[in-house]
Every structure is written in structure tokens, then in C-alpha cells.
């Protein structure tokens, strides 16, 4: 089945600057790779995703990459600001057919320069 | 938006007693998900559920689990007996068509802690 891969677990960044999130996959013929922003005790919520056509998609401060070839897909948040403080999970379509594979996940902590 | 209502949010039980767990998905929404987040992990898929039947199971639904929609009420998860390992956030999602990813909604969760 899928198997998806993120890095890192937890991401110190200065407020105002720019975080990045990196994922690998496996599974080929995933087509579908979303972002879920999750703070403590609330659901997972959609933040941006991407769709296997694109190479890049931008969603105001939300940066998404795909690079099919090396099955990768990156976020980055520009102008990291205080409450972007979440743990951010990566997904991809793939293995069953209904169901998404996440990333382990990754901690953001903006803090000051 | 759309909201997916998991309840009870935090559920203590013993180990070998039944629980279920409830959810109220998006009400037009026709597919139904749990997926289970042990602390500090990601969210695995444990099973999918179509027209009164489960469509796809992971190897995390193990025999004690159980799921049904009766009579297009809450969408339930129910574990018996419960083990210690049960323990963590079960998730539930419903969307409204196979692969619909736009019409995908997570609840809250429900902490489950068997004891």
C-alpha cells in the first residue's frame, strides 16, 4: 500500500519567515496530496492541496509543490506568523480507494526573531 | 461550512468492556471513514462504509471492531471487547461521493482511553 513519509517531526521558524515541509510517496498512482492543519483538540482541517496535474499551487501565504518524477511534495509557508502554530500532516490518494495515507506529521513553532 | 460531529470527545473505559463511539456526518454525505491517531502519530485509515455496508478495511480493524449506520442515524464504531492498544483518537469523515475529495470532512475526534 501507500506509504507516505514527512519531514521534519517538529520546525522551529522565526516569525516572518518561511516553513517548509517536505513528503515522499510511494504509490505511483496517487493523484491527490492535501495539507490538514490540526491544533490541539480540534479536527484536522484542509488547508491546501494539490492535484497531480499541477506542479504548483499557491493559496496566499500557502505554497504547494509536486514533483511527480521524485514523488515529492512540499509546503511552505511564507511569513510564518503566530498562528500558524499547528501540527501539519501531509496526505496522498493511494492504496485503498477511498481512504488517504498521511505523513507522521510535523510541529510548527513560530518564534520570535 | 460543513461539520462532522463526533461524541462523546474524551470516553474512559476498562479494558474488555464495549464501547461506541458516535458520529453525525455532513448530512447529505454518503461515505463514511474512521480512522484511528494513536498521541503523536499520524491518522491511519481503519475503514470505509457505502450503503449500509464496509467497502474497504485496513489491517487496523481488527475483529472487535464493528461499524453500521442504522436507519441513517449516527455513524458508529463499536469495540468489543476493548484492548489497552485501542487507545488513542478515533476520527471519523464522511464525504459525499467515492474519492470526492473536496466534500472531505474530519470531526473532532474522540479520545477513547481504555484503562
Known amino acids: 500500500g501507500e506509504q507516505v513519509e514527512q519531514l521534519p517531526s517538529i520546525l522551529r521558524v522565526q516569525e516572518g519567515s518561511s516553513a517548509s515541509i517536505n513528503c515522499s510517496y510511494e504509490?505511483?498512482?496517487?493523484?491527490?496530496f492535501p495539507w490538514y492543519k490540526q491544533e490541539p483538540g480540534e479536527n484536522p482541517k484542509l488547508i491546501i492541496d494539490?492535484?497531480?496535474?499541477?506542479e504548483r499551487k499557491q493559496i496566499q501565504e500557502l505554497i504547494v509543490l509536486l514533483d511527480k518524477k521524485a514523488k515529492r511534495f512540499s509546503l511552505h509557508i511564507t511569513d510564518t506568523q503566530p498562528g500558524d502554530s499547528a501540527m501539519y500532516f501531509c496526505?496522498?490518494?493511494?492504496?485503498?480507494?477511498?481512504?488517504?495515507?498521511f505523513g507522521s506529521g510535523t510541529k510548527v513553532i513560530p518564534c520570535l526573531p | 461550512g460543513p461539520k462532522v460531529l463526533q461524541i462523546p470527545s474524551h470516553q474512559i473505559i476498562d479494558m474488555g468492556q464495549m464501547v461506541t463511539l458516535n458520529c453525525d456526518p455532513v448530512?447529505?454525505?454518503?461515505?463514511f471513514y474512521w480512522y484511528k491517531q494513536i498521541l503523536g502519530q499520524q491518522m491511519e485509515f481503519l475503514v470505509n462504509?457505502?450503503?449500509?455496508?464496509?467497502?474497504?478495511k485496513s489491517k487496523l480493524f481488527k475483529d472487535q471492531f464493528s461499524v453500521e449506520r442504522p436507519d441513517g442515524s449516527y455513524f458508529t464504531l463499536k469495540i468489543q471487547p476493548t484492548a489497552l492498544e485501542d487507545s488513542a483518537v478515533y476520527f471519523c469523515?464522511?464525504?459525499?461521493?467515492?474519492?470526492?475529495?473536496?466534500?472531505?470532512?474530519f470531526g473532532a475526534g474522540t479520545r477513547l482511553s481504555v484503562l
Open positions: 494539490i492535484r497531480s496535474n499541477m
Open positions: 496526505a496522498a490518494s493511494g492504496g485503498f480507494a477511498s481512504a488517504l495515507t
Open positions: 469523515a464522511s464525504s459525499l461521493a467515492l474519492r470526492d475529495w473536496d466534500t472531505l470532512y
Open positions: 448530512s447529505n454525505h454518503l461515505y
Open positions: 462504509f457505502y450503503n449500509g455496508k464496509v467497502m474497504e
Open positions: 504509490d505511483s498512482a496517487s493523484n491527490y
